[in-house]
């Protein structure tokens, strides 16, 4: 089929290397270095042209995010829920949906885990209850998107909307939740949930840290389900819907099926990192416990959108600006809402960047000819 090995060349970053692709993947990640680099830059500049000290801020910057070994820890924990919900909004992106509703999908995979871990009246074992906590995460999220699959597949209904209204029906629920049927005896005036069981905490990866083994999953997760899109069948098939639905649609493919299966797959990455933040972050539910990793998940998802496994990376490099912005404010005194442009920037330098790029190959072309 002709349209499936367009997309199949398209999909080239996991098949074998060729020097034409190496030498494009390795133009795709200096691009995206530099945007990096840049906006960083930039943000120091303008701080320091609002009269912030600059060397303060790169200690800061360093110190919060890499520098000791407890400050890493909490980079790469940040990631967690960064690197699954980056790869969800790409999976989405793969069959032409946007998902939007992360962070709401997040929520309830989490609040799923809790009640499978604490009130479930399972037997007290971490072996038994991690697995069973996480599952039911990843389920409850991908049921969550599902209802945004459904909407769309089988009435038409614009996708960013839903996932968007539903992000707040799981906010509201969840918040209802916290201070009604799961509102903690020991706690009756503070609207939380008690803490899961120490047997359903994930364990430590580095000692010392808040590091758990969950960044491990994740990351294994993450590349597992690029990987599988990129290269099996079933994966070509939904690339080749999001590429051109029409010749899909003539190819026989079943559009429908794709999109609904396409977006419950992406709940259920964004459910499992719930899970993951529940069991071996946060450990309860409270309010404002849910950083916004969703709408974060579409920057991230965005900025590595042709190169699908820098997502990982650029769910890190968010997570050691995330760390770094308590220090931020606390050693250079810089205001909270730095961390929001320092997540920002990069898409801003990388979409001119590309511009540029391609302004001066249409250039050389014209000349050239």
Known sequence: MALLSAVAARSSSLVPVTRTSLAAASREVAVQAAAFVLSLGVLIGLLALLGYDPGSIVRALWS????????????????????????????????????????????????????????????????????????????????????????????????????????????????????????????????????????????SLVSGTQLTWGFIVALVVAVAVIALVRTSTAGLRLQAVGLNRDAARHAGLPIRRYWFGSMAASGVLCGFAGGLVLLGLRYYLAPGWADPWGYQGILIAFLAMRSPLLIPLWGILFGMLAAAGPVLKGDASVPDSVVTVMQTLPVITLFLLTFAFRWIGARRAEVAA
Not at 93 to 116: E, K, R, S, T
Not at 120 to 144: K, N, R, S, Y
Request: no cysteine; glycine share 12%.
């Open 64 to 203: 919060g995010s890499a520098g000791s070994t407890v400050s890493l820890g909490i980079s790469l924990s940040d990631a967690v829920p960064l690197m699954l919900t980056g790869v969800a909004v790409w999976l989405a992106a793969q069959g032409g949906l946007f998902n939007i509703g992360g962070d709401g999908q997040l929520q309830v995979g989490a609040l799923a885990a809790l009640v499978v871990a604490s009130e479930a009246g399972l037997p007290d074992t971490g072996i038994l209850l991690v697995p069973l906590a996480l599952l039911a995460a990843a389920l409850a999220g991908g049921a969550w998107a599902s209802i945004a699959g459904a909407m769309r597949t089988l009435r038409g209904a614009n996708e960013i909307i839903s996932t968007l209204m539903l992000n707040f029906v799981a906010f509201i629920t969840i918040d209802e939740v916290m201070r009604g049927p799961l509102q903690s005896k020991d706690n009756p005036y503070t609207p939380q949930t008690d803490p899961v069981p120490g047997s359903a905490q994930l364990s």
